[in-house]
């Protein structure tokens, strides 16, 4: 049987989730490769990756996916990894530099300025360097770890996780694993996908592991271990819950109606341990 593909993002959100795959046996059954959001989503569209921890914004673009069960990146409050950085007052803010290698939190950021802040901004696409975005633009959206390194007692920020939550009363998931269905068929039936990943996510979330994973990527930051930890512990959430259903699929509706994502079909969770899936 085949060895499956699996694309993953480099950052910190996503260590805890790569724990046995990294510090396990479990990566010996897979071939990994790393790569930001918008290369994950590209990766399964093409079939150049068999599984990957998706953008939830692709899930309405990439035909044929099952979702692996109860894990995700999500968020019940601030984030801190996903903000818009404005130079003026957000009723000010008329153009908008768009991180390029995110794809959940630019939609999420068209929906809030189309349906809560106000249309007719100007969006443009860039590389996530804040000095250059703000030259061009009046507001930048950064993710990732680049977002965690902002000092922002020097901007007007604003984290998109608590806004969406301030307004909608429902969690935001950003990211999920999703296998291609076509895959399902070429690896072996009795693989439990689904328990080798939620058990993967259960590990890296030890609080030795996760003590750990702030003394590696500290340095990588530039961030204290204690504010790492924080992070990971506090800010992103790590289940699919019925909330986070209902905030993904909130989400989902809103994007469509404002005109930017397409409609997503009905969410498709993988069944375990068998190759099917039941919605």
């Keep these: 049987m085949k060895r499956l593909r699996i694309s993953a993002i480099s950052y910190l959100n996503t260590a805890p989730l790569m724990w046995d795959f990294e ?3 479990a990566g010996s059954a897979f071939e990994i490769s790393y790569t930001l959001p918008s290369g994950c989503a590209a990766a399964l569209a093409d079939g150049s990756a068999d599984i990957g921890i998706i953008p939830a914004a692709a899930y309405a673009t990439i035909p044929g996916l099952v979702i692996l069960p109860e894990v995700a990146i999500a968020a019940r409050g601030p984030v801190r990894s996903i903000l818009l950085v404005c130079k003026v007052p957000l009723e000010n ?13 630019v939609a999420l950021t068209r929906v809030l ?3 809560w802040w106000g249309a007719g ?3 443009s696409s860039t590389a996530p360097n804040l000095e250059r975005m703000l030259e061009e633009c009046d507001a930048a959206l950064l993710i990732g770890d680049s977002a965690l390194k ?9 984290d998109l996780a608590e806004e969406w939550v301030r307004l909608t009363n429902k969690p935001f998931v950003f990211a999920f694993w999703a296998v291609r269905q076509a895959a399902l068929e070429e690896c072996s039936p009795t693989l439990d996908l689904s328990s080798v990943f939620k058990q993967s996510r259960d590990h890296g979330l030890l609080t030795k592991n996760v003590a750990d994973i702030a003394k590696e990527w500290s340095p990588r930051i530039g961030l204290d271990e204690n504010e790492v930890r ?4 506090e800010n992103i959430h790590y289940q699919v819950d019925p909330e ?15 005109g930017v994502l397409p409609s997503a079909r009905p969410l498709q969770f993988l069944e375990s341990p ?4 039941v919605q």
């Design 23 to 25: 510090h396990g046996d």
């Design 93 to 105: 803010v008329s153009s908008v530099a768009l991180d390029s290698s995110s794809l959940t939190s």
């Design 113 to 115: 300025f189309k349906k």
């Design 244 to 258: 986070c259903i209902e905030g993904l699929s909130l989400f989902y509706s809103y994007a469509q109606e404002c």
């Design 230 to 233: 924080s992070y990971l512990t």
């Design 274 to 277: 068998k190759s099917a899936f």
């Design 121 to 123: 901004r100007r969006f």
């Design 150 to 158: 902002i000092n922002r007692t020097r901007y007007l920020t604003y």
